[in-house]
């Protein structure tokens, strides 16, 4: 069963984007995820909701577009991104289905160079325990 609401898109201090559902009775739920670019242009938008027997959040449509979406395991897919205003199109379905397994970087990788430069070779480790000693 869909629910109407209204989105309520919001900055945190940090610059992040927060998007809640807030349903007539002035319920607000977070939508996990949710995070769109151009975001604010959805502030005030009414939307559809359906949630599942728990409560949570499983689809949001807007205008008939599935703006998010989530799959039967629990994870969250946002699938369509906000245009800028003023174009002619008011969304954009962003598809990643079509990934078998997306490659995915820790959040503290850094790329290698192209051109790997060999380093010389280190002192025996009695030159730098000397060395320490003598400035100690």
């Known amino acids: 069963m869909m ?10 201090k940090k610059g992040n984007i927060v998007a809640d559902i807030v349903f007539p009775n002035n319920k607000k739920m977070t939508v996990p995820g949710f995070s769109p670019p151009n975001a604010e242009v959805l502030n005030g938008k009414e939307v559809d909701v359906a949630r599942d027997k728990k409560g949570q959040i499983m689809k949001i449509v807007m ?4 703006v998010f979406s989530r799959g039967e395991r629990g994870e969250k897919k946002p699938i369509a991104a906000a245009a800028a205003p003023g174009s002619s199109h008011t969304l954009e379905i962003v598809h990643s289905s079509h990934i078998a397994d997306p490659a995915r970087a820790p959040y503290n990788f850094v790329p290698l160079n192209e051109k790997v430069v060999p380093a010389e070779k280190p002192p025996p480790l009695i030159a730098i325990t000397r060395i320490v000693l003598q400035v100690t």
Do not use: F, P, R
């Open 63 to 66: 205008e008939g577009v599935v």
């Open 3 to 12: 629910e109407k609401a209204k989105l309520a898109i919001t900055k945190t």
